[in-house]
């Protein structure tokens, strides 16, 4: 779909994000929230001029209106000495209740930024006035353009009696897992950032190639000194779930390689698992063929086939679990051979044979 470029002039904060050249590092995150405010997601990398940058989320989850939010970043070396502190405020300067904003720390030196492992954040606030929902995003859409780089445009209204000064957009940017990857925010005129009551005017916000080509989805948030948005826009939805983890299989019974196996076992069993919390689909096979289970949307628990044939004496009985979600395949093959037949019983009653004479 072919966009419309605005006319104005275009001033934003765009993120080199370095990703593609593999440089995500560790994080240590020791204090992941404050009283009120949460941290929801952050990342660390080393852009294209080798600068660490710290991007991030946080949430109000209390019932108090905050500012001034300060995001503290330590950075450690291998050895988990401090290399630096830097320090910075997020994005949008107030942050009502359920309300969420990105900040972008960076580290605008390429010898300590070469230095750095890992990090810690922590996060400090004062409690703030309520500011009166009076801005609204009307309309909004996205496009890459030649050269690859992401574009979120829009208008903003002022819906409100009093003129709105410092008008700022805010967007964030996730993966596919739902964690932000990058962040910018931009006045609606470099010269006058204001909206009359009634007033509409048009936005542009873009990120870099790099940043573009992981981002999946935005939400886009504003604020000025008298009002803040009605709410974010698209409506937040809670990231699509995350499956890092295969099935897992595990306390066969019979045991793996077991011998002496009871004939009169009636069945055989599995635990099944799976960290993620997915559901699973579930296979068992037998051979010799003693019974077959299937189970489809499993959760985590134990599993019993019961055997639809007795066991033969002496027999090696082989048995495959296969262990299926939305991503992955778990496959265990057991085995086990049962008891051998005993002899009969000698007959204390019946009479003995009569020794030959020679």
């Not at 948030?221 to 983890?245: H, L």
């Not at 395949?329 to 009969?344: G, I, K, N, V």
């Amino acid at each position: 779909m072919t966009m419309t470029r605005l006319s104005k002039p275009l001033i934003a904060l765009t993120i080199i994000l370095g990703i593609l050249l593999g440089s995500i590092n560790t994080q240590v995150i020791p204090q992941a929230s404050a009283a009120g405010i949460s941290l929801v997601s952050d990342m660390g990398y080393l852009d294209q001029a080798h600068n660490y940058h710290v991007v991030g989320e946080v949430k109000n989850v209390g019932t108090t209106t905050y500012q001034f939010i300060t995001i503290t970043v330590n950075f450690y070396d291998v050895n988990n000495q401090l290399v630096t502190t830097r320090f910075g405020m997020t994005m949008l300067d107030i942050l009502l209740p359920a309300r969420r904003s990105p900040f972008d720390i960076s580290l605008l030196d390429e010898s300590l930024s070469s230095m750095v492992d890992h990090y810690s954040i922590s996060i400090t606030q004062s409690s703030g006035t309520p500011t009166l929902k009076g801005l609204r995003i009307d309309s909004y859409s996205s496009f890459l353009d030649e050269t690859g780089a992401m574009h979120a445009i829009g208008n903003i209204k002022n819906f409100k009696d009093l003129t709105a000064e410092n008008v700022k957009v805010v967007a964030t940017f996730y993966d596919s897992e739902g964690k932000v990857i990058a962040a910018t925010s931009n006045y609606i005129d470099p010269e006058e950032s204001v909206l009359l009551p009634g007033e509409s005017r048009g936005f542009e916000l873009v990120i870099d190639v790099e940043s573009s080509a992981l981002a999946s989805s935005y939400i886009l948030t504003a604020e000025s000194i008298q009002y803040a948005i009605i709410s974010e826009v698209p409506p937040p939805e809670p990231p699509p779930p995350i499956n890092r983890y295969p099935p897992s299989i595990s306390s066969p019974s019979p045991a793996n390689n077991s011998v002496g196996v009871k004939t009169s076992i009636k069945s055989l069993n599995v635990t099944i698992s799976d960290r993620d919390g997915d559901v699973f689909n579930l296979y068992i096979l037998t051979d010799p063929d003693v019974g077959t289970l299937k189970l489809y949307n499993q959760e985590d628990g134990v599993f019993i086939l019961t055997l639809i044939r007795n066991l033969t004496w002496n027999t090696t009985y082989a048995w495959r679990v296969d262990a299926e979600d939305s991503d992955y395949l778990t496959s265990s093959a057991y085995t086990f051979t049962t008891e051998t037949q005993p002899d009969p019983p000698r007959c204390q009653t019946c009479p003995q044979p009569t020794p030959r004479r020679r």
